[in-house]
């Protein structure tokens, strides 16, 4: 039994008691669109009921000419072609201005720069991340996995944090949600949903006229590479099966598949979130979607003022179909769940190249949107001077994108500090009131009370204990000393997400042996210490917020 | 080894008759051992297998299973007449006489080009007009058809379809696949179709050729200037796209087999220093490219080892002297020679490379690959090796769009292309270009210039439910694969059609045909599969089968017919029918 059903099937008088106990110091008085105390009450570890939309901009969006930086001279020097340079195109500005020193490329149109006058929609500028990789495929992994420049990670951001939800054999056990819990409006998933141990994402190209393919066999196929592939594909097959009955039951009803806006067919981000909105007005409990709009490698003839081609029509596309999208989920009023998030792998060098456009560059901005964004720029301009820039002439990051992640995970998603440093696997980045630049110090706005304003209005509370019953133990591991392999053991009083993790004696993570559900009772799993050096080693165990830790000898 | 030493040690020799296995042959099919022999296999082995050449033995012999196999790896699957003919005492070939057949080099200067019909009504062996004409003539020679231009990368992706449908050459295009996926370039972009059609021309006369040429040759190859910038990247403020791609996707990749960078950004901007000043002439009907000295930067540059070297790119108008790519080759050959052979080990083999007994193997065909770069030394040492047969690997990859079509077609023999009427055979592979398009592989346009991603990008909750939808069903029980488009003239694609007399003429070439529902289910199951299904699947597929199915020996011919297509319908469902 999951977490949240856990909590629901419990007598309304347990229940009803643990809720004045919690709402305390949580809420800073902010309604925030349904009765806190459900909120807490069914906010277990990250089961939230909020929706965040991804929307990957691929090929390197330009960011410098995307929230223009229109009164730097560096600008004007590095972006004679390519840019706002002549007063009468520095005029076509002066709609769309941020601030004085700062407007929106044009075509991104007045719908979407309205969101911002709104506070609708947050700027958040320079954000990238150190040693930046300038691959294409490279950087999209990195932004993906969530991962140092440095390192390749197999596993996506989303991926680790939705498979702390579901049961350890998902998707062939699929869980107690209906939905998928995440959908991709694409032809296949994206590594940003690569579990540790299946895609935690279904494809969809458009639910209302999904064809499901039939489930068969739960036989264990063998441990080999055709029995593991052929596992994979089962799984395909499980999902497609489960959510096709469903997405048949939902768009059969009435209304489903309409809408309170016209997106355009031209559009082809438009078409994706008309799906996502579909999705979300039938009630799907999906939590994450995924679209995206291809393009924006534009090392030629880049057109960025001319919202008929080049980056000039993505930006068209992309401003068009986020307005649309926005006032249709607040039309019909299920808008209050939903927040948006951009991001591209890179954006573009400072300076123009010789065919009228630009090359692969590093850090950029990224929109957030939503009823709940609190609608900022966020950060300093681009530093643009050349003693700035780094050696290849690149911006420098002002933020880690690892801290808009973090902000999403706890502010957006309600999980813990541990369960947020273990799937981001960087402790500094934690986001939830303190996000700071650290390069230079700089530190969110203050609002008129005088404390630091989060990127989310209303913070969703992070995970608090509910209820004494959820209990955990670890056990000693067995043997111990132990010559190379130890059998560890914990028990659990109810089934949930659980992580269990070695550090060694400098407090390094050597190995997670457990990041997924477990069931109820007493779980066990062997910890394989072969090719580690004799010495001490941590045994911890994360379940319900709370941790629990045993040393272990390691004697070769 | 010979034929006959071949033949004993699969248990055969010349004029005597197998025993059935203990898998319940009919006595009647005695002489025909062909589908009987895979359900002895253990699937649960694990075995240590290295580039030896894998010689057949009783437990794992040369049989449907494993011929089926290369087939399916080194082209789009095997038919029922395919295998018989590789397993006849007198014709037969073995493992590598097969291996070294599929790498004749005469397939590779083998004409495709004509007939390429450019209209339904043209006579072959007519070539189309726009392949005669030069680049500055798309749209604007009135003399030209426009619909010539407009439709004639359908025309290409039609005739890649029906050379993929051919056994002989499947090897051949296999390659061509796997080169257009790695020199890759977009229709989107390239949007001339005499470039396009150049391009997969000589990926396919490359198909096994000499890797480092290929690069030379890729380089100033029209359709690579074009796509990847080079013929704007000029002078002093350098265009940077082919110089990271040539590292990072062409040769060598970001990283070395121990993790360590192959190179900087500083060398993606020498290299593409280097690179300046190529255009192509649009006025000629070769597309020929040359070298403008006016565009060029000559300025020496630092690669790879902080040295100032000057490169000799200046001999314009004759066969480029690209000492650039020997000094890459050069430097980092160990790099070069493990990210290829690499890439070739997870598109024959395996696409996760996880063990050090895989790289050990991947390290072997390296050796042998950074000799000269020939890609044929490497294809026949591994598609020979033990370790390609390797039961571990057997059914470990996930079909493409094409190999899923394909592979369906020859499955069941069902014909694609008449050499006498090309013009039929192009308008059923529009049929097929429909299909594969919607299954998300468009030919000549991969989503970005990595290419498509494959393996398991292959697979999702949208293209699995397709597959089996849209198009093993309507084939199988629909009896066609519906046509939904046009060539560009109005003529309509043709639907493809399994007729009855085709599933009865493949279902009589059975053992099974006469004999037992049990034995004949295992035997369908194990010619269309990679590996056989559990119990469980094949337990499923009966349970959905008309229960007067099980009574196959009392049914007649008729409901026999009615019975093959159920079968293989319910086994085309299967999860493991998606794999190879």
Same mark, same amino acid.
């Given at each position: ?556 | ?13 010349? =004029? ?60 789009? =699957? ?156 000029? =002078? ?170 394909? =592979? ?173």
């Amino acid at each position: 039994m999951k977490r949240r059903d856990f909590i629901k099937s419990l007598p309304l008088g347990v229940a009803a008691a643990a809720v004045p106990f919690s709402i305390g110091g949580l809420f800073s008085g902010k309604a925030f669109g349904r009765s806190p105390a459900l909120d807490v009450l069914l906010n277990a570890q990250g089961n939230s009921n909020n929706v965040l939309v991804l929307i990957n901009l691929q090929g390197g969006n330009d960011g410098l000419n995307t929230v223009i930086p229109f009164q730097d001279p560096q600008y004007d020097i590095n972006r004679k072609d390519v840019g706002y340079y002549t007063p009468s195109e520095k005029a076509l500005l002066t709609p769309f201005q941020l601030r004085g020193d700062l407007a929106l490329n044009p075509p991104l149109g007045t719908d979407f720069y309205n969101m911002f006058k709104d506070g609708k929609l947050a700027v958040l500028q320079n954000v990238g991340y150190s040693n930046p990789n300038r691959s294409h495929f490279r950087a999209t992994d990195i932004w993906n996995s969530a991962s140092d420049s440095e390192l390749v990670v197999f596993t996506g951001w989303m991926g680790r944090y939705l498979e702390t939800q579901v049961p350890e054999n998902y998707p062939i056990d699929i869980g107690s949600s209906p939905d998928p819990l995440a959908i991709a409006i694409d032809y296949s998933t994206s590594l940003v949903f690569q579990g540790s141990r299946s895609v935690m994402a279904s494809a969809v190209i458009d639910p209302s006229k999904y064809n499901a393919a039939q489930n068969y066999a739960d036989d264990t196929p063998p441990n080999t590479n055709a029995g593991n592939e052929l596992q994979f594909v089962r799984g395909i097959l499980t999902q497609s099966d489960k959510y096709g009955k469903r997405f048949k039951d939902v768009f059969a009803l009435p209304g489903a598949t309409q809408n309170t806006v016209t997106y355009p067919t031209t559009n082809p981000l438009a078409v994706q979130l008309q799906k996502v909105a579909w999705c979300i007005k039938a009630g799907l409990q999906t939590r994450v979607y995924f679209v995206s709009l291809g393009g924006f490698d534009t090392h030629v003839s880049q057109y960025t003022k001319d919202p008929t081609q080049g980056q000039g029509l993505l930006h068209t596309y992309l401003g068009e179909a986020i307005s649309l999208f926005q006032k249709d989920i607040e039309n019909m009023n299920v808008a209050d769940n939903v927040i948006g998030m951009t991001y591209s792998e890179f954006g573009r060098r400072v300076n123009q190249n010789g065919s009228l456009g630009t090359d692969h560059g590093t850090s950029a901005p990224m929109f957030l949107f939503g009823k709940e964004i609190n609608g900022e720029v966020y950060g300093h301009n681009p530093k643009l001077d050349a003693a700035d820039l780094d050696v290849y002439g690149d911006l420098v990051e002002q933020f880690d994108f690892r801290q808009v992640y973090a902000s999403i995970l706890t502010q957006w998603f309600g999980i813990d500090d541990y369960l947020r440093k273990s799937i981001l696997n960087k402790p500094e980045f934690t986001s939830v009131s303190d996000f700071q630049s650290p390069t230079d110090g700089f530190k969110f706005p203050v609002n008129g009370s005088g404390t630091m304003q989060n990127i989310i209005r209303n913070p969703v509370p992070m995970s608090v204990s509910q209820n004494g019953s959820l209990a955990f133990n670890l056990y000693q591991n067995q043997p111990n000393p132990f010559p190379g392999i130890t059998t560890i053991k914990f028990a659990l009083s109810e089934g949930g997400p659980v992580l269990l993790e070695v550090f060694d004696g400098r407090g390094s993570l050597v190995k997670t042996l457990v990041n997924g559900y477990r069931s109820r009772g007493e779980n066990q799993v062997i910890f394989d210490g072969l090719a580690l050096p004799s010495g001490t080693y941590y045994c911890r165990i994360a379940f319900n917020g709370k941790t629990q830790t045993r040393s272990m000898t390691l004697t070769k | 080894m010979n034929r006959r030493s071949f033949l004993k040690s699969i248990g055969i020799t010349a =004029g005597t008759a197998i025993a059935a296995d203990s898998f319940g042959a009919s006595a009647q099919h005695q002489e025909s051992p062909l589908f009987l022999s895979t359900n002895n296999r253990d699937r649960n082995v694990v075995t240590s297998t290295g580039l030896n050449e894998w010689v057949p033995t009783s437990a794992q012999p040369w049989d449907v299973h494993t011929i089926n196999h290369l087939y399916r790896r080194a082209g789009f =699957g095997a038919s029922q007449s395919e295998l018989k003919a590789i397993l006849d005492p007198q014709t037969g070939k073995t493992p590598g006489q097969t291996v070294d057949a599929l790498l004749n080099n005469s397939l590779l200067t083998r004409p495709t080009v004509p007939p390429i019909p450019t209209r339904a009504d043209q006579e072959p062996p007519q070539p189309p007009s726009w392949l005669r004409v030069p680049l500055s003539a798309v749209y604007t020679d009135t003399k030209v058809a426009e619909a010539d231009y407009l439709h004639a990368d359908m025309k290409i992706r039609a005739h890649w379809a029906v050379q993929m449908h051919q056994p002989e050459v499947m090897l051949r295009e296999k390659m061509a696949l796997f080169w257009m996926n790695h020199f890759v370039i977009e229709s989107r972009k390239d949007y001339f179709p005499q470039m396009l059609y150049a391009h997969l021309t000589y990926m396919r006369q490359n198909a096994w050729g000499n890797f480092k040429q290929m690069v030379k040759d890729i380089t100033v190859a029209p359709a690579m200037l074009f796509y990847l910038d080079g013929i704007l990247n000029a =002078g002093i403020a350098p265009n940077e796209n082919y110089a990271r791609e040539l590292q990072e996707l062409f040769t060598m990749g970001p990283l070395d087999k121990n993790g360590n960078p192959n190179y900087t950004q500083d060398d993606v901007e020498a290299i593409a220093h280097v690179l300046t000043g190529w255009r192509i002439h649009m006025e000629d009907p070769q597309m020929m490219v040359a070298l403008y000295a006016d565009r060029h930067d000559s300025s020496p540059q630092k690669i790879y080892d902080g040295q100032l070297r000057n490169y000799n790119l200046e001999s314009a108008g004759v066969p480029m002297d690209m000492d650039l790519i020997d000094h890459i080759f050069e430097l980092r050959a160990d790099a070069i020679a493990w990210f290829m052979c690499s890439k070739f080990y997870q598109y024959f083999v395996y696409h996760q490379i996880t063990t050090d007994a895989q790289r050990a193997i991947i390290q072997q065909l390296a050796d042998t690959f950074k000799v000269n770069w020939n890609v044929k030394d490497v294809l026949s040492l591994l598609l020979k090796s033990e370790h390609f047969f390797d039961e571990v690997n057997i059914g470990s990859q996930i079909k493409s769009p094409y190999e899923y079509l394909i =592979g369906v077609l020859r499955a069941f023999d069902i014909p694609l292309y008449n050499p006498g009427a090309p013009i039929d055979g192009e308008l059923y592979a529009g049929t097929l270009y429909d299909l594969a398009f919607a299954g998300s592989q468009e030919l000549l346009n991969p989503p970005n210039v990595k290419g498509w991603p494959g393996y398991h990008n292959w697979m999702s909750t949208v293209t699995l439910p397709y597959r089996n939808v849209r198009i093993a069903t309507p084939l199988l029980i629909g009896g066609s694969l519906p046509a939904t488009g046009q060539d560009g003239y109005g003529n309509s694609y043709k639907s493809i059609d399994l007729w009855d007399y085709m599933v009865t003429s493949w279902g009589k070439q059975l053992s099974n045909y006469d004999g037992t529902f049990d034995d004949l289910l295992r035997e369908i199951a194990n010619y269309l599969c990679a590996q056989p299904p559990s119990a469980t699947a094949l337990q499923y597929v009966k349970s959905q089968l008309p229960p007067n199915t099980y009574e196959w020996a009392s049914l007649n011919d008729s409901e026999k017919l009615s019975g093959l297509r159920q079968i293989a319908n319910q086994i085309l469902l299967l999860a493991d029918y998606q794999l190879c």
